[in-house]
C-alpha cells in the first residue's frame, strides 16, 4: 500500500509517516558520505550527554536530501549542543545557557504540538539539567511549567524567563515582541555575563596580558625568570570585571544563537509534524525509565491530534493581514507606496568591510565563512547584507548557516559521486512557497529579497536571466524578458490568495503545492491531507521534465524506473517541507530581530558619474579616499527596481508589512478618493519588520 493509500485509510488514527525512514543506502555511490553522516548523527546530538549510540529518525529524514545533511550536523550541532566554545582567544559559540536553550525548545515544541521534538528534548534536556547541577524534581518541575511561564516566577530564573518570553514571541507571533522585552532580555543577559566572566572569559584576557608581557620581556632582554614572573603578574591584575566593549559583542552573540535557535525548531517542527515523523520504536522505554508519569502523561495530551487541526492556528503566525491589500486598485496604478528603508534597533548590522575589528577578531575565520553567503546567497555576485552581518556576530553560524542554506534553498543539479544529492525541486516553485510562507508572515526583510529572487527565477527561466543564456537577437531577449516580468508579476501578486488568481498565473503542481505549504505553516498537523495531491502533480511534472529532457532521473544503484520515480518524490516532499520550515523560522528571525533593507555604498567617497562610476572627492592632497567597503552597491530599493519589479508590487508588498498603511488605503478609497500615494516617509512611520 503506497503512503497516500495509508494516508487516506487512516481514520482517526495518527496518519502514518509520509516517506521511507530507512538507513544509508551502502549499495549508493555516495555512501561513504552518507553512511559517515548517519554515524555521526548518532553520536554528534547526545554523545555528550549519554555516552551511548543513539540511531535516529531524524537522521533519516535528513538522509532523503545527501546534500543539506553534509551541513546539517556542523550546523546544527554548535547551535543547540554547544558549551562555551573558543577558537583563537575569542568565543564561538556555546553563548547561551545550555539549559535555558533546552527550556525553550521544548517550548516551542509544547506550543506547536511536535511530539518528535518534545519526546527527544524532554530527555535531552533531563541529561542537560544533571549535567549543570539541577535536580530531576526541578528539571521536571520546570517542564511541567513552560506553558504558563509568565505566570511561574519561582519556578524560572531571570534568565530562563527572558530567554521563554523571547522563544514563545518567536514561535507564534513575532511582531508582537516589544522592546521592552528586548531590552530586558539584553539586561538579563548582561547580567549572567559579569556573573559568569571570571571563569569562563577572563582567562583569555589574562592570556592576551600575559603574552603582551612576554613581548614587552623580550624587547628588555629580562631573564627567562624575570619574564616569567612579569607574565604571571600581568595575568593576574587582568580586570575582572566584563569590559563593556566585550559585554556588548557577547550579547549580540547571544541574541542571534537565540534566534537561529528557535528557527531551527520552528523548521523541525514544521517537518517532523507534516511528514507525521514518529518516535523510534525503542523510545518509550526511554521515556518510561527516564520521565515521570506527570511528564509523559503531558506529552501524550500534548502529542493528541488538534481537535479540528485543518483550520490554520491563529495562535501560530501573525494576524493575517485583513482586508488584504486592494489588488485591482493597485494594479490600475491608483495606489502607489512607497518604501522605506526602515532602521532596525535590536542588534547592529555593520559591515566587517568597514568596521575591520569584526573580521580581525578570530583572525578572520568567521568572516571568511560568511563569505559563502555573500557570494552565493547572491549567484557570483558580492553583496553582503543584512543577513551576513547579522551571521558575523556567531562565529560557528557564520561559517556553518550559509552551506546549509544554498543546497536547501539555491542549489540545482547537486550529484555526488553519480547520486543526485540536492535541487530535487525547481528554483521557481522554491521561490513560490518562499513567497507563500513570507506573505503569511509578512517579514519585511524576507519579502524585499525573495520578491526579487523569483523575479530572477523567471528571468532565468527565460533564457534573459543569469549564465547560461539563450542566444536571443536584441529583440527576442526584449520580448522574453517583457514575458518573464509579466508572468513574475502576476505570480507576486497573486500567491497570497493563489485560489483566486487567473487560470494562466500557477500550473497545477504550483497550485497543489502552494495549498499544501499554506497548511505546513498555519495548520501542519492536517498538512498530509493536501499531500495525496502534491504528489499527484510532482509525479505529472517529473514525467513532463524527464521527457523534454529538464530533469535526469537519477536511478542508481541500477532500480527500475517507477522505483526512482517513487523515491524522487520522496526526496521532494522532504526536500519543501525542509524549505517551508526553514522560510517559516527564518521569516520570523527578520521580524525579531528587525533586519533592515542595505543602503547604497561605494568602494570611494564622491558622487554618482554620468556615466555610471563615482567622481573622486579627493582629500587635501588631491588623492581619491576609500571608503572600506569592497565594491559598489547600490540601496535595495534601486536593485529591486533594476531587477524589474513592477511598482504595482513594491506597492502590494509594503501594504503587506504595513497594516496601518493598508487600512490608510483601503479608507480613503472607500471614501471615493480615486488615487492614493504615500511617500516613504509616511511609510516610515507605520512601517513593520
Request: charged content about 25%; overall charge negative.
Amino acid at each position: 500500500m503506497s503512503t497516500t493509500d495509508r494516508h487516506a485509510t487512516a481514520g482517526d488514527r495518527p496518519p502514518p509517516c509520509s516517506i521511507p525512514l530507512a538507513d544509508a543506502d551502502l549499495s549508493l555511490g555516495n555512501a561513504n558520505w552518507t553512511k559517515g553522516l548517519q554515524a555521526m548523527s548518532d553520536w554528534i546530538w547526545s554523545g555528550h550527554l549519554s555516552p551511548v549510540a543513539f540511531p535516529n529518525h531524524l537522521a533519516r529524514v535528513f538522509l532523503h536530501i545527501p546534500g543539506i545533511f553534509e551541513q546539517q550536523l556542523n550546523y546544527s550541532t554548535s547551535l543547540i549542543f554547544d558549551e562555551p566554545s573558543y577558537r583563537n582567544g575569542v568565543q564561538v559559540s556555546g553563548f547561551v545557557d545550555r539549559v535555558a536553550k533546552e527550556l525553550a525548545i521544548n517550548l516551542i515544541a509544547r506550543r506547536r504540538r511536535v511530539r518528535y521534538t518534545m519526546t527527544h528534548h524532554a530527555v535531552l534536556g533531563l541529561h542537560t539539567a544533571r549535567k549543570h547541577g539541577l535536580s530531576d524534581q526541578q528539571y521536571f518541575e520546570k517542564l511541567l511549567g513552560l506553558l504558563d511561564h509568565a505566570g511561574s516566577t519561582r519556578v524560572f530564573t531571570p534568565l530562563e524567563r527572558s530567554v521563554l518570553e523571547f522563544a514563545d514571541a518567536f514561535c507564534c507571533n513575532p511582531k508582537a515582541y516589544t522592546d521592552a522585552q528586548y531590552s530586558q532580555l539584553r539586561e538579563v543577559l548582561r547580567r549572567e555575563n559579569a556573573e559568569h566572566y571570571e571563569h569562563r572569559q577572563r582567562r583569555f584576557t589574562q592570556l592576551d596580558a600575559a603574552r603582551a608581557a612576554w613581548a614587552m620581556a623580550l624587547l628588555e632582554g629580562q631573564t627567562p625568570e624575570a619574564a616569567v614572573q612579569a607574565c604571571a603578574k600581568a595575568a593576574d591584575e587582568a580586570g575582572r570585571e566584563m569590559p563593556d566593549s566585550l559585554q556588548e559583542l557577547t550579547i549580540n552573540a547571544q541574541v542571534v544563537e537565540l534566534a537561529f535557535l528557535c528557527l531551527q525548531f520552528v523548521a523541525l517542527g514544521d517537518v517532523l509534524t507534516a511528514l507525521n515523523v514518529p518516535d523510534e520504536e525503542f523510545l518509550p522505554g526511554v521515556l518510561s525509565d527516564l520521565l515521570p508519569a506527570s511528564v509523559r502523561a503531558e506529552l501524550e495530551r500534548l502529542s493528541a491530534p488538534p481537535e479540528d487541526g485543518s483550520r490554520p492556528d491563529n495562535r501560530l503566525t501573525p494576524p493575517p493581514l485583513d482586508p488584504s491589500p486592494p489588488l485591482e486598485a493597485i494594479t490600475a496604478g491608483r495606489v502607489v507606496v512607497e518604501a522605506p528603508l526602515l532602521k532596525g534597533r535590536r542588534i547592529p548590522l555593520v559591515s566587517y568591510e568597514v568596521q575591520t575589528d569584526i573580521a580581525t577578531r578570530d583572525k578572520g575565520v568567521a568572516v571568511a565563512g560568511v563569505q559563502v553567503g555573500a557570494w552565493g546567497w547572491n549567484f557570483g555576485n558580492y553583496f553582503p547584507g543584512g543577513l551576513v552581518y547579522c551571521l558575523a556576530h556567531h562565529g560557528e553560524l557564520a561559517r556553518f548557516e550559509a552551506p546549509y542554506a544554498l543546497p536547501l534553498i539555491f542549489n540545482e543539479d547537486e550529484w555526488r559521486n553519480g547520486v543526485e544529492t540536492a535541487g530535487y525541486v525547481s528554483r521557481r516553485l522554491k521561490e513560490l512557497l518562499i513567497q507563500k510562507v513570507y506573505r503569511i508572515l509578512r517579514p519585511r526583510y524576507g519579502l524585499e529579497h525573495h520578491t526579487m529572487y523569483l523575479y530572477n527565477t523567471y528571468l532565468d527561466e527565460h533564457g534573459v536571466g543569469r549564465a547560461p543564456r539563450v542566444d536571443f537577437t536584441p529583440e527576442q531577449r526584449e520580448n522574453a524578458r517583457k514575458l518573464a516580468l509579466r508572468r513574475a508579476e502576476k505570480a507576486a501578486l497573486h500567491v497570497l490568495e493563489h485560489e483566486k488568481a487567473p487560470a494562466d498565473v500557477f500550473s497545477s503542481l504550483e497550485k497543489a503545492a502552494l495549498i499544501w505549504t499554506g497548511q505546513v505553516v498555519r495548520a501542519p498537523h492536517s498538512a498530509w491531507q493536501a499531500e495525496t495531491g502534491l504528489r499527484d502533480q510532482l509525479r505529472a511534472e517529473n514525467e513532463r521534465q524527464i521527457q523534454a529532457h529538464l530533469r535526469f532521473l537519477d536511478t542508481s544503484p541500477g532500480m527500475g524506473r517507477q522505483a526512482a520515480l517513487r523515491r524522487l518524490e520522496d526526496h521532494q516532499l522532504v526536500e519543501m517541507a525542509m524549505l517551508v520550515g526553514h522560510m517559516d523560522g527564518l521569516g520570523r528571525l527578520l521580524t525579531i530581530l528587525q533586519l533592515e533593507g542595505e543602503e547604497a555604498v561605494q568602494a570611494i567617497e564622491g558622487t554618482p558619474g554620468p556615466a555610471g562610476g563615482i567622481v573622486p572627492t579627493p582629500d587635501a592632497d588631491g588623492q581619491a579616499r576609500f571608503t572600506g567597503y569592497f565594491n559598489n552597491r547600490p540601496a535595495l530599493p534601486d536593485v529591486l527596481r533594476w531587477t524589474g519589479i513592477s511598482e504595482a508590487v513594491l506597492t502590494f508588498n509594503e501594504l503587506m508589512v504595513n497594516p496601518e498603511a493598508n487600512r490608510t488605503v483601503h479608507q480613503r478609497l472607500s471614501g471615493r478618493q480615486k488615487t492614493v500615494r504615500i511617500s516613504a516617509a509616511e511609510a516610515a512611520r507605520t512601517g513593520e519588520f
